[in-house]
T-cell receptor
């Protein structure tokens, strides 16, 4: 079973600060996805990265896939209260539909 | 286009009771999955299906059955509920992206189940 560890588990920051969430594994993934989940709702896909070293930007969010495709990070610049939520990373097995999810990082951005 | 729908939204069962959680999608996705979410544990895969008539076990399949008679529907059955099955259950559908190496999941709103 491939395992994904996210850190930190919880992050509380003030509006305008930056934050980084990490997703690490000893296994190689063919692709890695990041989701955001708000209370009472299902996760919503933010981005998918598939190439080692790939960097994707989504407005103030920057996602990076490690060169060896074993780890990823999510960086938020100038966080806003609307960024509050549970951030989940999920790795896909090679040529498969099965996803392994990390435990999640709960982010709270205070105004 | 409703996406992925799940019913019921909330359910309370007594130990030993059975029930079916319903899931439907209208995006013509081949792949559908069931996950459970427990505090601090992310989402764990229960069962999944790669198409009508084909199902397989995920990480935590014990105590659950599934079937896939149509592309649209993927119900999850609890045959004899146990307190350990208290959780939030999410159904998801997915497709292979044009880049060919990832399956982006679309999740339903979830069913919050309590077993007493």
């Amino acid at each position: 079973t491939q395992l994904l560890e996210q850190s930190p588990q919880f992050l509380s920051i003030q509006e305008g600060e930056n934050l980084t969430v990490y997703c690490n594994s000893s296994s190689v993934f063919s692709s890695l996805q990041w989701y955001r989940q708000e209370p009472g709702e299902g996760p919503v896909l933010l981005v998918t990265v598939v190439t080692g070293g790939e960097v994707k930007k989504l407005k103030r969010l920057t996602f990076q896939f490690g060169d060896a495709r074993k780890d990823s990070s999510l960086h938020i610049t100038a966080a806003q209260p609307g960024d509050t939520g549970l951030y989940l990373c999920a790795g896909a097995e090679a040529a498969g539909n099965k996803l392994t999810f990390g435990g999640g990082t709960r982010v709270l951005v205070k105004p | 286009n409703a996406g992925v729908t799940q019913t019921p939204k909330f359910q309370v069962l007594k130990t030993g009771q059975s029930m079916t959680l319903q899931c439907a999608q209208d995006m013509n996705h081949e792949y559908m999955s069931w996950y459970r979410q427990d505090p601090g544990m992310g989402l764990r895969l229960i069962h999944y299906s790669v198409g009508a008539g084909i199902t397989d076990q995920g990480e935590v399949p014990n105590g659950y059955n599934v079937s896939r008679s149509t592309t649209e529907d993927f119900p999850l059955r609890l045959l004899s509920a146990a307190p350990s099955q208290t959780s939030v259950y999410f159904c998801a559908s997915s497709y292979m992206t044009p880049r060919g190496r990832s399956y982006e999941q679309y999740f339903g709103p979830g069913t919050r189940l309590t077993v007493t």
